[in-house]
């Protein structure tokens, strides 16, 4: 695939066909959100995506793949935390983004609203 992503299947528990279980990962709330923000914005706004549950392993990983391609930076709330990504790497778990204290950011306030 390119940018190295593989599905990770493992994280499906219904008993179905591999060809499904990758289906039904394409179908998670963040990856759908992902692909409406890449029709409605342009190329340098960043991806802000906020969700009621937690991110899974597999979306974990295609989110930090795809910052890396579309060379964007995205943000994802989840039940949790936040989840930085910028460049293919996870920035840092933040509870609150009210400062950020990490090269890529240099101090730089980003909410999502």
């Given at each position: 695939?390119?940018?190295?992503?593989?599905?990770?299947?493992?994280?499906?528990?219904?008993?179905?066909?591999?060809?499904?279980?990758?289906?039904?990962?394409?179908?998670?709330?963040e990856r759908l959100a992902m692909s409406y923000v890449l029709?409605?914005?342009?190329?340098?706004?960043?991806?802000?995506?906020?969700?009621?549950?937690?991110?899974?392993?597999?979306?974990?990983?295609?989110?930090?793949?795809?910052?890396?391609?579309?060379?964007?930076?995205?943000?994802?709330?989840?039940?949790?935390?936040?989840?930085?990504?910028?460049?293919?790497?996870?920035?840092?778990?933040?509870?609150?983004?009210?400062?950020?204290?990490?090269?890529?950011?240099?101090?730089?306030?980003?909410?999502?609203?």
């Amino acid at each position: 695939m390119e940018g190295g992503y593989v599905a990770q299947t493992k994280y499906v528990l219904q008993n179905v066909e591999q060809d499904e279980k990758v289906k039904l990962l394409n179908g998670h709330s963040e990856r759908l959100a992902m692909s409406y923000v890449l029709l409605v914005t342009n190329d340098t706004t960043p991806i802000c995506i906020m969700k009621n549950l937690r991110v899974c392993s597999d979306c974990h990983t295609f989110i930090k793949l795809a910052s890396e391609l579309l060379e964007r930076e995205i943000i994802v709330r989840d039940a949790k935390r936040f989840h930085h990504f910028r460049n293919g790497f996870h920035v840092k778990k933040l509870r609150d983004l009210g400062r950020v204290d990490t090269p890529f950011f240099s101090g730089k306030r980003m909410s999502c609203s």
